[in-house]
């Protein structure tokens, strides 16, 4: 069965630093991969997704960045944070734009 | 770009009635899904129901799609205390790998 992991789960990170979330599917080969953002209490917003290793499309101009190493390997980047990106980050997989399957996300808090 | 929204963005009921959402869309789609957020997780996936299809059922959910309308309802009969959630459509434009989420419907179900 596939299963799909984020991490960290919770990160509390200043203004400025930098920022490295990781996430990771098994059990599947050549997913679509996706990475949200979602705010207290709102909707999701589509970041970036990937149809293939080195493919990212980004949907909103901001200071974050992806890149997917590995076909099965998503990884979102800052190089300096900023508080508005504080936030529920959450990734998804899914085979033809069918059901997406989420990871259990990670917490952002910047202070 | 928002694709979908719900409504009512919010909605409490007793336990053992019946809960209906609604999604509005604004282009042509290929298929409709719901998901389910409980807070602080990733989303679950629902049901998917596609443009050539009226009607979707899966246990105690019902889905209705009206493509000339643009529209979706999300049927929760018998509501549980566990259906307490946040509940969200997600389309899948037409010649796109992407999939776009809602705002979400926050579900209280009342003891």
């Known amino acids: 069965s596939q299963t799909i992991h984020q991490w960290p789960a919770t990160l509390v990170q200043p203004v400025g630093s930098p920022l490295s979330l990781e996430c990771t599917v098994e059990?599947?080969?050549?997913?679509?991969l996706y990475w949200y953002r979602q705010a207290a209490g709102r909707g999701l917003q589509l970041l970036f997704y990937?149809?293939?290793?080195?493919?990212i499309s980004s949907e909103v101009p901001q200071n974050l960045s992806a890149s997917r190493p590995q076909d099965r390997q998503f990884i979102l980047s800052s190089k300096k944070l900023l508080l508005s990106d504080s936030g529920f980050y959450l990734c998804?997989?899914?085979?033809?734009?069918?059901?997406?399957?989420f990871g259990p996300g990670t917490r952002l808090t910047v202070t | 770009s928002q694709q979908g929204e719900e409504d009512p963005q919010a909605l409490s009921i007793q336990e053992g009635e019946n809960a209906t959402m609604n999604c509005s869309y604004k282009?042509?789609?290929?298929?409709l899904q719901w998901y389910r957020q409980n807070s602080g997780r990733g989303l679950v996936h629902l049901i998917l129901?596609?443009?050539?299809?009226r009607e979707k059922h899966s246990g105690r959910l019902r889905v209705t799609l009206d493509t000339s309308k643009k529209s979706s309802s999300l049927l929760i009969t018998a509501s549980r205390a566990a259906d307490t959630a946040s509940y969200f459509c997600?389309?899948?434009?037409?010649?796109?790998?992407?999939?776009?989420f809602g705002k979400g419907t926050r579900l209280h179900i009342l003891p």
């Open positions: 990937s149809v293939g290793i080195g493919q």
């Open positions: 059990g599947t080969s050549n997913p679509n």
């Open positions: 998804a997989w899914c085979r033809e734009s069918y059901e997406q399957y």
């Open positions: 129901i596609r443009s050539n299809e």
């Open positions: 282009t042509s789609i290929n298929n």
């Open positions: 997600a389309t899948d434009p037409s010649r796109d790998d992407k999939i776009i």
